[in-house]
Every structure is written in structure tokens, then in C-alpha cells.
């Protein structure tokens, strides 16, 4: 079950304005991502639950950050249908990521007050999600579309919140680029949790680097 609100997580996506996004089979490695995410002053993580089994190494994660990281919001990403929306829900998911528009996951996570951010590609896919609920529509691919996608959105609906995700670095030209465009947040994988500090398990260097994407967020929103 959540242990926050969906308005609890669309506010804590709008403060902090970044959520880092991550995968990896091994339970205790990516206990120490997520502590490292989190020291590094993140309050979101999107599971992106793209292996097999994912789901036991998710159970594991939500129980740590509970027990451990008091204030993180579990969530989990690449989810394509209900019954697998369903079953994270149960393990403890405060919100929900999907790559594609699919009305049997807004009802599922709609009956449990849970947020869920659908992938949307055209003005129309954004505004149903709206009508279905949705409080932050997810871009993606990002970098397909780019800030200049978001500012055309913006236009006619002011009131539409967005997240890229693909196509977002920590670098202060991209993040300015997105926030500059009306962005509410930046969903960022592989540019922010990197192979390299993976096969290093370099968690202090990951620590920083969460920091330092924070602090530029923050610097380009001002």
C-alpha cells in the first residue's frame, strides 16, 4: 500500500523538480543507489522495472527506504498494463510510470489514490490523460521531442504539467533548456546513475552528482 498521497507525490515532484530513474537485479547494489540518491537530497525514485523478477527486488527496496530513508517515494516505471500496476501497488508503490496512454492503469491507480504519470506524444494523448486524472503527464521519448514540444503545449494549456524523460543530462545548458520551456520536473536514467559509477560502485561520486543536478535544477527555476 502508499505510504504517501498522490498530491503528497505530484507536490514533492514539483519541489524537487528531478527524479532519478533506475534498474538493477542485485538487491543490496541498488540499496546503496537508492541511499546514495537519497543522501544526495532526491525524495523520488522511479523503479524502472524492466527484468525479470523485478518486482522481489522492488518489494525489497520499498521495505529499505521505509525502514531507512524516511520521506522517500518509491515508485516504479515501464509499466504496461494493470494487473502489473496492480501488483506494485501492493508492494508498496507510491506512483506509477507508464511509456504508453492506457486507460486500464489510470482506473486501476485512480481507485487507489495512487499518481500515475502515463507516456504521452501528442497534444491529444495529453489532454485524455488529463481528462482520465493524470496530474503530471510524462514526455517521452524526451529527447525526440524537446523543450520546444513542451513550450508549444504550454501555450494553449497553461495548466498542463510535464515530465521528460529520455533526453535530460545534468548539465545546466539541457536542465535550463526544459525548465525555460515550462517543465514541472525531469525524470533523468542512465545520464545521472551512470554504467561507469555502476561498475565502480562508486556511490560517493553518485551522491555528489544527485547533489550537484539538484542544485542546478534548483539555480535554473529561480
Known amino acids: 500500500m502508499a505510504q504517501f498521497s498522490r498530491l503528497e507525490v505530484a507536490q514533492a ?3 524537487t ?3 532519478p530513474l533506475f534498474f538493477h537485479n542485485d538487491i543490496e547494489l541498488s540499496k546503496k543507489v537508492l541511499k546514495a540518491c537519497y543522501d544526495g537530497g532526491a525524495r523520488l525514485m522511479e523503479f524502472t522495472a524492466r527484468g525479470d523478477f523485478a518486482h522481489e527486488v522492488f518489494g525489497e527496496l520499498t521495505k529499505y527506504a521505509i525502514a531507512e530513508l524516511p520521506g522517500m517515494i518509491m515508485g516504479v516505471g515501464s509499466v504496461t498494463d494493470a494487473g502489473q500496476a496492480s ?4 508492494l508498496g508503490a507510491n506512483f506509477i510510470v507508464t511509456p504508453v496512454l492506457r ?3 489510470a482506473i486501476a ?3 487507489r489514490k495512487v499518481l500515475w504519470s502515463p507516456g504521452c506524444g501528442t497534444l491529444t494523448e495529453i489532454t485524455r490523460a488529463e481528462e482520465l486524472g493524470c496530474e503530471i503527464v510524462k514526455l517521452f521519448p524526451g529527447d525526440i521531442y524537446g523543450p520546444q514540444f513542451v513550450k508549444g503545449i504550454k501555450g ?3 495548466w498542463t504539467s510535464i515530465m521528460p524523460t ?3 543530462s545534468p548539465t545546466e545548458e539541457n536542465l535550463k533548456g526544459w525548465f525555460d520551456a515550462g517543465v514541472t520536473c525531469v525524470g533523468m536514467g542512465s545520464k545521472l546513475i551512470s554504467k561507469d559509477i555502476i561498475a565502480n560502485q562508486d556511490y560517493a561520486k553518485l551522491e555528489q552528482d544527485v547533489k550537484a543536478a539538484l542544485a542546478i535544477v534548483e539555480k535554473v527555476r529561480k
Not at 501488483?87 to 501492493?90: D, K, R, V
Request: proline letters at 5%.
Open 17 to 19: 523538480g528531478m527524479i
Open 156 to 158: 494553449p494549456q497553461q
Open 13 to 15: 515532484m514539483k519541489d
Open 87 to 90: 501488483l506494485y501497488m501492493a
Open 109 to 111: 491507480c485512480n481507485r
Open 166 to 168: 529520455g533526453g535530460v
Open 103 to 105: 486507460e486500464d492503469i
